[in-house]
C-alpha cells in the first residue's frame, strides 16, 4: 500500500528535471496525478518522458500559470476527471536565464519571472483552495519548491533569487492565514540538482560545483521527490510554514574548503 493511494495530487511543471521526478514518485506511491507544462509541446514531452519510464496513468494539460484563464481550465479537467484534489506541488519556475547583471538587466525581465515564480503560484494555491480544498472534509496540502538562492545569492540572478525569496516569505504568510482551516503549506529548498544542464559542463567546472557541497554531491531530482513527498504526506503532519533545504549541506557552512582560509 502506498502512502498516497486514493490521494489527488496536481503537480506544476511536472514536465521536465525534477518536475518527472516528483510526479513519478507519487504515482509509485499511488497517487492519481495531473500535472502542466507551460506549452503544448512542452507537456507532450514530459508525458512522453513519463511513458518511457513506466509511469502510467498521468494526465498532462499545458497551462501558463500566470495566467488565470489557463489555471482556471487546468482546475476545470481536474475536477471533472477527479472531482477532488489533495496535494498541490508548486514546482514550475521561471528561471531567469540571460538577464545579465542588476545593471543590464531590461526591468521587464523581473516582472516576467515574479509572474510565473510568485503570482503563478499563488494563484495556483487559491484555486486549489476555492474549488477544493475549502470544500473538502479532509483538507489540502501545498507544497512549493524554492531554492536555497533565497538565502544565499548567485551572480547574475537577481530575478530568480528575489522570487525565490519571495516564495519563502509567502510560504509562511499563507502557513499562518491556511493554518487555521486546516490546509498545510510548506517548501522544499534544492541547492544544485543534477539536470541536463548539467551534461554541458567541462568536467573540471562540475567538480568545482561539487566542491561546494559538503556531501560532494549534487541532488537528483529523486532526492527532492523525496522530501516533497514527506512534506505532502501524514508523516509530516504537524508542520506548516517550513522551508526544508535539501543542498547537500551547501548552505551550513560559510565558505567552501577551498576559499575557507
Excluded at 567546472?205 to 505532502?232: H, M, Q, T
Excluded at 504526506?233 to 526544508?244: F, P
Aim: glycine content about 10%; aromatic content about 6%.
Amino acid at each position: 500500500m502506498g502512502r498516497f493511494d486514493g490521494k489527488t495530487v496536481l503537480v506544476t511543471g511536472g514536465n521536465r528535471n525534477t518536475g518527472l521526478d516528483i510526479v513519478e514518485k507519487f504515482v509509485r506511491e499511488g497517487a492519481r496525478v495531473f500535472m502542466c507544462g507551460s506549452s503544448a509541446a512542452s507537456t507532450a514531452s514530459g508525458a512522453a518522458m513519463l511513458k518511457e519510464r513506466g509511469v502510467a496513468g498521468v494526465l498532462a494539460q499545458p497551462c501558463d500559470i500566470s495566467d488565470i484563464s489557463q489555471v482556471t481550465a487546468l482546475f476545470d479537467t481536474v475536477e471533472r476527471e477527479a472531482g477532488r484534489l489533495d496535494i498541490l506541488v508548486n514546482n514550475a519556475a521561471d528561471q531567469g536565464l540571460g538577464q545579465g547583471g542588476p545593471l543590464e538587466m531590461d526591468p521587464s525581465g523581473m516582472l516576467s519571472v515574479f509572474r510565473v515564480n510568485v503570482l503563478g503560484g499563488f494563484q495556483v494555491t487559491q484555486t486549489a483552495c476555492r474549488r477544493f480544498f475549502m470544500r473538502q472534509p479532509e483538507r489540502g496540502v501545498v507544497v512549493f519548491l524554492s531554492s536555497n538562492t533565497a538565502m544565499r545569492a548567485i551572480r547574475n540572478r537577481t530575478a530568480y533569487c528575489a522570487s525565490k525569496g519571495a516564495i519563502n516569505s509567502m510560504v509562511r504568510s499563507l502557513a499562518l492565514d491556511l493554518g487555521p482551516l486546516g490546509i498545510r503549506v510548506n517548501c522544499c529548498a534544492p541547492g544544485y540538482i543534477y539536470t541536463e544542464r548539467w551534461e554541458s559542463l567541462p568536467p573540471e567546472k562540475a567538480a568545482r560545483r561539487r566542491l561546494n557541497c559538503p556531501l560532494r554531491r549534487e541532488a537528483k531530482g529523486a532526492d527532492i521527490a523525496n522530501v516533497v513527498a514527506f512534506l505532502a504526506s501524514s508523516d509530516s503532519a504537524n508542520m506548516t510554514g517550513e522551508i526544508v533545504t535539501c543542498d547537500a549541506g551547501c548552505s551550513c557552512q560559510h565558505m567552501p574548503e577551498d576559499v575557507d582560509v
